[in-house]
């Protein structure tokens, strides 16, 4: 990083957001955590305990602290997953999946938006997934990431003379709890993840993070409307079937 910003992280106490959350405090930078719980170890700035499946209170809080906070970026790491095969897939669960997944995204950028065009500056960044490929057992987890990518261009498209980036960082299987709660180890499933990863190993979160890193930083201020597949290989021509 070039100078001190200020950085809002949805789903910032733990996993890959507390990895970018630790990485950006190292640089000297300001950020602010979000997250339905506090992290159990100490967080490297401010954080704020928001139900995200909460609109009313996702639209309040990120106005709250956009008018308190000189807000130069937005990463919208918060996700939700609900591992089903297709026939078990209800209306509910989907709409569920793309409300916790999208809607905070959509309303913490619109939050930060004026004071950015503003300022001429700005970084928002969308945390995707390598599912937007196509993997089983996530009907709704693969479409809400995949509207995440498809944001990712439309803002892009829309901010482009404004001094403001988008782009999307698309992990693949990474040691999280998220990840975990549905491949626990020796399971099938995560010996069929292990077996399309041409790395043969999970990521790490602050593996991810350092590319969202990358992507807020002054030397990325040329790439825009782009997704970033960190993944061990995973997305180049290999099936996670």
Do not use: C
């Amino acid at each position: 990083m070039n100078q001190q910003r200020t950085f809002i992280i949805t789903g910032a106490s733990k996993g890959i957001g507390y990895a970018l959350s630790q990485r950006l405090a190292a640089d000297g930078n300001h950020v602010i955590g979000v997250a339905r719980h506090r992290p159990p170890q100490r967080f490297p700035g401010h954080f704020v305990t928001l139900d995200v499946s909460d609109g009313a209170a996702v639209r309040q809080t990120m106005h709250r602290l956009n008018a308190e906070f000189r807000i130069d970026g937005v990463i919208n790491n918060v996700g939700l997953v609900r591992p089903q095969w297709l026939p078990e897939v209800t209306p509910d669960t989907l709409d569920e999946v793309l409300a916790v997944n999208l809607h905070p995204a959509l309303l913490a950028t619109q939050a930060a938006l004026p004071a950015m065009q503003a300022r001429g500056w700005g970084r928002i960044i969308n945390i995707a997934s390598v599912t937007v490929l196509g993997v089983p057992q996530r009907t709704a987890y693969a479409a809400a990431k995949s509207a995440l990518v498809s944001f990712t261009r439309s803002w892009a498209l829309e901010l482009a003379t404004q001094g403001i980036t988008v782009n999307a960082v698309a992990p693949g299987p990474t040691e999280t709890a998220l990840f975990r709660a549905g491949n626990p180890p020796g399971s099938d499933s995560e010996q069929r993840y292990l077996a399309a990863i041409p790395m043969k190993r999970f990521a790490t979160p602050d593996e991810i993070a350092a590319a969202a890193q990358f992507f807020l930083s002054d030397q990325a201020s040329f790439i825009t409307g782009q997704t970033l597949y960190v993944d061990g290989g995973a997305s180049v021509g290999v099936s996670l079937l």
